[in-house]
């Protein structure tokens, strides 16, 4: 079956720079989910997206954007990038209606910012 | 805001054996989603199980089951039959009905002995 794709895999930055990940859910599904993992950290809400609308935001920095397309992948803007950034970002999607259904994770994207 | 508690940062059992993760949360909803995700090393999120607590039976799935104590908002995983790739840090995350995102418990690192 088809699973979430998510890339870059690993993604490499210097301080102040500009980084933007990519999220192609599974077919039909038309929710987004973005979650950020810390070294030894449960993985942290950032933004979700229903239907190309935002549908709910934890807690994304400002320096951090997002978006969900007509196709309905999703993309993370992050911008003025800091070494706490560094972490393992996650997007996940669900079909249905107020996130309803079960929420299935991408494989990740590996962000180190040195 | 709800909470979720793992207050096992280590489990370890033995190969065939049985062994149980605890999972407390506090919330002032009735209806709502528990899950079960799996995190081995390659560090993807996989889901394990799913219980709606509107549903009295306990969830299961194969080797794994929950015992969910709706009055006492506990929610424990019991994996039957221990596998090798059973090692995982295993996540135990919760969502409102009327909500979009999951709010993870700390982990429970589990090690099988061989």
């Known amino acids: 079956a088809a699973g979430v794709i998510q890339s870059p895999r690993h993604l490499i930055k210097e301080k102040r720079e500009t980084a933007t990940l990519k999220c192609y859910p599974i077919?039909?599904?038309?929710?987004v989910y973005w979650y950020q993992q810390g070294p030894g950290q449960d993985p942290q809400f950032l933004i979700s997206?229903?239907?190309?609308?935002?549908?709910d935001k934890g807690s994304i920095p400002d320096r951090f954007s997002a978006q969900q397309f007509s196709d309905y992948h999703s993309e993370l803007n992050m911008s003025s990038l800091e070494l706490g950034d560094s972490a393992l970002y996650f997007c996940?999607?669900?079909?249905?209606?107020?996130?309803?259904?079960?929420?299935?994770f991408g494989p990740g994207t590996r962000l180190t910012v040195l | 805001a709800q909470t979720v508690t793992q207050s096992q940062p280590e489990m370890s059992v033995q190969e065939a054996e049985t062994v149980t993760l605890s999972c407390t949360y506090d919330?002032?909803?009735?209806?709502?989603?528990l899950f079960w995700y799996k995190q081995p090393p390659s560090r993807q999120m996989i889901l394990v199980i799913r219980?709606?607590?509107?549903?009295?039976q306990n969830a299961t799935e194969n080797r794994f089951s929950v015992n969910f104590q709706k009055a006492a908002k506990s929610f424990s995983l019991k994996i039957s039959d221990s596998q090798l790739g059973d090692a995982a840090m295993y996540f135990c995350?919760?969502?409102?009905?009327?909500?979009?995102?999951?709010?993870f418990g700390t982990g429970t690192r589990l090690t099988i002995i061989p």
């Open positions: 919330t002032s909803e009735s209806d709502y989603y």
């Open positions: 995350a919760y969502r409102t009905t009327l909500g979009w995102k999951l709010t």
């Open positions: 077919p039909r599904h038309d929710t």
């Open positions: 996940a999607s669900s079909l249905g209606l107020r996130g309803t259904d079960t929420q299935y």
């Open positions: 997206f229903y239907e190309k609308m935002q549908s």
């Open positions: 219980q709606e607590a509107y549903k009295q």
